[in-house]
């Protein structure tokens, strides 16, 4: 797996990914679900200065067509519930793939979480063919998210599914 990229000169340097997942997969064998989620989440945010808000919609055991915001960190969102197919997190449930939008502007169902969210990256949690939620990152960059990226958060999904 690749290292992350710097940011803008002055800003904080990126963790390694490998450093970082292997931060995970310790935290994730030692803990508590919705902890494990909690730590995930502050990890993330804290080690990728371009990850702006980062957090974990999870499928509604009471309506399986339906995501609740579960652990996240960054900014208060407005969306705590989210129907399948309405969104970037709805599409990606409905469709059970990772969504890159590298500019929100450009997409035609977007829920705005602010209006400094530029970018944004859903991809499943899944275990086998059962969906059990999403992790979600918005940049405050335009085209934030990197096919090393993609790769790395998928890992992190992959370790997540077996305390889900």
């Not at 292997?22 to 994730?28: E, F, K, V």
């Not at 055991?61 to 339906?66: D, I, K, T, Y």
């Not at 500019?103 to 990256?121: F, M, P, Q, R």
Request: net charge negative; hydrophobic share 40%.
């Amino acid at each position: 797996m690749k290292e992350a990229r710097d940011g803008d000169q002055g800003s904080p340097r990126e963790v390694p990914f490998d450093e970082l997942l292997l931060r995970i997969r310790a935290i994730i064998g030692n803990t508590s679900r919705e902890t494990a989620l909690k730590r995930v989440c502050a990890i993330l945010h804290e080690n990728i200065p371009r990850y702006d808000w980062v957090g974990f919609y999870l499928v509604d055991p009471a309506n399986s067509r339906e995501l609740v915001l579960g652990p996240f960190v960054g900014a208060p969102t407005e969306h705590v519930r989210i129907p399948f197919g309405k969104g970037v997190c709805g599409q990606a449930a409905e469709k059970r793939a990772t969504i890159v939008v590298q500019d929100v502007t450009h997409e035609a169902n977007y829920l705005s979480c602010g209006i400094n969210v530029k970018s944004e990256i859903v991809l499943p949690l899944m275990k086998g063919t059962l969906l059990l939620g999403e992790l979600d990152i918005d940049s405050h960059t335009t085209a934030a998210f990197t096919d090393a990226d993609t790769a790395f958060l998928t890992a992190v999904c992959e370790c997540l599914s077996d305390v889900l």
